[in-house]
């Protein structure tokens, strides 16, 4: 059930207490939250709740908002709740009408928060947010372009990135290891409903000294690695028998955390007595987490992290500075397949296609440049064939490609702050889709806190007689 509220956007006036405090209305909270368009988020937010009975659900500004400030100032979920009952601009964001010093909401409902706004719904909302806002303050000075002799206006930058989840790095011997106490955890719980004196013999103070004497090894050889292997792969097959033996009898596992995690351990199993009988080290959807089985290794050849274990993606940044998620994936896809799909977003929001479109090198296949052809787009990158003999055009074209290199440097620049500011640098939910509905308001948060500030109104509010002292005032700010 969902009760709604009232979608008129407050006054400073309204939100007041007695306490003396003054807020200042140039802080980048109470900016942000003036421009929000909060009635179009509820009007989407009300489709959650089709019934008109049971108890009445929170409030649409005070559910995103609270995620938005998760993400924005890298709290947990306890730490939100303490830091929105101690901060009056937390609490101006939320919604509510004056300062209290208790949290309208518990750290309990957060997760179910998340599981609620999944990917499209927060790329609905992020929508919603560019629709309204105005272009970025490195782009508000940018002279109007004309458009081109086809119609086509506008630049489009696509990039992609992996944000990686929160996981040990895998190893086969650790992961082996970890699925092993999985299960030895999954047979006490078996073990307790069973009036059975005795529990299975598994061996696992053996086991674990022989983990961790390789864990701490300096050195780790091929002939002992591989027999360890050895050794934990007939210990997961042991555990599962036991497991298997216990539910035959007609018991169950209460958990289902246990019961996830049971089907990773079969499906990690198989991969690895594969891989083992068949001495390889690749196989297809290779488990990297057991917790977190839809991970998967993303090779991204960087210097730093060539390998990176989490969501791949997708964003375009438009010529006033907006993000979008594009596409979102667990697999390792072939960036090039979304710039059709991309430019054809473009040409449904804007009702044209853009004039330039700045990809990398992996974008710049020959369909994608017969697609852009065809249409009149320019793509970034040196043209097929030689180069012009006329000096004059020659350097033109060169100009032009350095003008797109140093353009296309805004979705850099954007993964950089997206991954330091936003929560992007590193995913700490742990079901697939929490985890791309983080990503997505990464990119939502992102945006707020780059394109919201050019909402920016100078405010100076007095209190009107009768009210409480808690004003919001101008104040001097040399950051601003």
């Known amino acids: 059930m969902y009760k709604a509220e009232k979608s008129v956007q407050m006054t400073f006036e309204d939100f007041n207490q007695s306490c003396g405090m003054k807020l200042n209305v140039r802080d980048e909270w109470i900016v942000v939250a003036n421009s929000i368009d909060w009635a179009a988020v509820e009007a989407k937010y009300m489709e959650f709740f089709p019934s008109k009975r049971g108890r009445p659900a929170l409030g649409?500004?005070?559910?995103?908002?609270?995620?938005?400030?998760?993400?924005?100032?890298?709290?947990?979920?306890r730490n939100l709740v303490k830091?929105?009952?101690?901060?009056?601009?937390?609490?101006?964001?939320?919604?509510?009408?004056?300062?209290?010093?208790?949290?309208?909401?518990?750290?309990?409902?957060?997760?179910?928060?998340?599981?609620?706004?999944?990917?499209?719904?927060?790329?609905?909302?992020?929508?919603?947010?560019?629709?309204?806002?105005?272009?970025?303050?490195?782009?508000?000075?940018?002279?109007?372009?004309?458009?081109?002799?086809?119609?086509?206006?506008?630049?489009?930058?696509?990039?992609?990135?992996c944000s990686p989840s929160n996981i040990r790095f895998p190893q086969?011997?650790?992961?082996?290891?970890?699925?092993?106490?999985?299960?030895?955890?999954?047979?006490?719980?078996?073990?307790?409903?069973?009036?059975?004196?005795?529990?299975?013999?598994?061996?696992?103070?053996?086991?674990?000294?022989?983990?961790?004497?390789?864990?701490?090894?300096?050195?780790?050889?091929?002939?002992?690695?591989?027999?360890?292997?050895?050794?934990?792969?007939?210990?997961?097959k042991r555990n599962m028998a036991f497991v298997d033996a216990y539910l035959a009898k007609g018991l169950f596992l209460a958990d289902k955390r246990d019961v996830r995690n049971l089907?990773?351990?079969?499906?990690?199993?198989?991969?690895?007595?594969?891989?083992?009988?068949?001495?390889?080290?690749?196989?297809?959807?290779?488990?990297?987490?057991?917790?977190?089985?839809?991970?998967?290794?993303i090779v991204r050849g960087k210097a730093k992290t060539p390998v990176e274990f989490g969501a791949k993606y997708d964003v375009s940044v438009d010529e006033n500075g907006h993000a979008r998620l594009e596409k979102a994936s667990f697999d390792a896809y072939n960036e090039c397949t979304v710039l059709k799909d991309v430019v054809e977003r473009y040409k449904e929001r804007t009702g044209h296609y853009p004039r330039r479109v700045l990809?990398?090198?992996?974008?710049?296949?020959?369909?994608?440049?017969?697609?852009?052809?065809?249409?009149?787009?320019?793509?970034?990158?040196?043209?097929?064939?030689?180069?012009p003999e006329d000096g004059k055009k020659r350097r033109k074209a060169e100009c032009a490609e350095r003008r797109n290199d140093v353009d296309r440097i805004e979705v850099e620049r954007f993964f950089s702050r997206d991954k330091r500011c936003f929560g992007a640098g590193l995913v700490m939910t742990k079901l697939s889709y929490t985890t791309l509905g983080s990503i997505a308001l990464a990119v939502l948060v992102a945006n707020l806190f780059n394109a919201g500030l050019s909402f920016f109104v100078f405010y100076i509010v007095d209190a009107p007689e009768g009210c409480a002292s808690f004003d919001l005032v101008e104040v001097e700010d040399d950051a601003a």
């Open 60 to 77: 649409a500004r005070m559910a995103l908002g609270a995620l938005i400030i998760q993400h924005k100032a890298k709290l947990s979920d």
């Open 83 to 161: 830091e929105v009952a101690r901060n009056p601009y937390y609490q101006y964001f939320l919604g509510l009408e004056s300062f209290q010093t208790k949290c309208p909401f518990g750290h309990g409902v957060l997760p179910e928060l998340r599981k609620r706004f999944g990917m499209d719904f927060i790329s609905e909302i992020n929508e919603v947010v560019v629709a309204n806002a105005k272009p970025t303050p490195e782009h508000a000075d940018d002279r109007e372009e004309k458009p081109s002799a086809n119609g086509n206006l506008g630049t489009m930058i696509l990039d992609a990135t």
């Open 172 to 236: 086969d011997f650790s992961l082996l290891n970890e699925a092993r106490e999985k299960l030895d955890g999954m047979i006490d719980k078996l073990h307790a409903m069973v009036e059975e004196p005795r529990r299975p013999r598994t061996y696992r103070k053996v086991l674990r000294k022989a983990y961790l004497s390789m864990a701490k090894a300096k050195k780790r050889p091929a002939k002992k690695m591989r027999s360890l292997v050895r050794v934990m792969l007939c210990a997961v």
């Open 263 to 297: 089907d990773a351990i079969r499906k990690l199993y198989a991969q690895q007595k594969e891989m083992f009988d068949e001495k390889k080290h690749r196989v297809a959807d290779r488990i990297v987490s057991i917790t977190q089985p839809f991970v998967r290794l």
């Open 359 to 387: 990809v990398d090198q992996v974008y710049r296949t020959r369909e994608n440049r017969a697609y852009c052809e065809e249409r009149g787009i320019e793509m970034s990158g040196r043209k097929s064939g030689r180069p």
